[in-house]
């Protein structure tokens, strides 16, 4: 594949976290990914710029909220943005040269990578983060969240209703 496809990382409710400011920021990363994946290539070099200032921004914002409230995970989180960095610079000089599928393929990594580490990474952080301004986790609503995860061949599980057992659950995957 050399384009992130549209349909399946396009930015929805799946994506909340809770935390206000971090949810607009991976907002803005869904949005500039998906962009520099269908940037046709007189545009590739703007869409590649505009994302790499995006993330190191992005990430600097991250880092500096895991400093400062001493979040328990922050080195493996912290490398984890090091490491995504370091891919995104080894790129670069392709991208400079003309060899815009290069940009593309770290395009479809970063689509790749983003929601796991969205789920596994930044979401223990936004409960982190809430729980010391609030005294609890983020509630977060999430409207026709079945059809964005159809669409990106992720499975939800079956809702249970009234009158159902766990054991009819069963039956059903």
Not at 53 to 71: G, L, S
Request: proline share 5%; net charge negative.
């Amino acid at each position: 594949m050399t384009q992130v496809d549209s349909v399946s990382f396009a930015w929805h409710d799946g994506f909340l976290l809770g935390h206000a400011p971090m949810d607009h920021v991976h907002e803005e990363f869904v949005r500039l990914v998906a962009a520099l994946s269908r940037a046709p290539d007189e545009s590739v070099q703007d869409a590649f710029r505009l994302l790499a200032d995006h993330m190191r921004e992005h990430f600097n914002m991250e880092n500096a909220w895991m400093t400062a409230t001493a979040f328990p995970a922050r080195e493996c989180h912290i490398d984890e943005h090091a490491a995504v960095m370091g891919s995104l610079e080894a790129v670069r000089p392709h991208v400079v040269v003309g060899n815009y599928a290069e940009a593309r393929r770290l395009a479809v990594a970063l689509a790749d990578w983003f929601p796991g580490h969205a789920d596994y990474l930044d979401a223990p952080l936004a409960h982190w983060m809430c729980k010391r301004r609030f005294g609890g986790k983020p509630v977060v609503m999430r409207r026709h969240i079945h059809q964005f995860i159809k669409e990106s061949s992720r499975r939800l599980p079956t809702p249970i209703s009234a009158g159902q057992h766990f054991e009819d659950l069963d039956k059903q995957a």
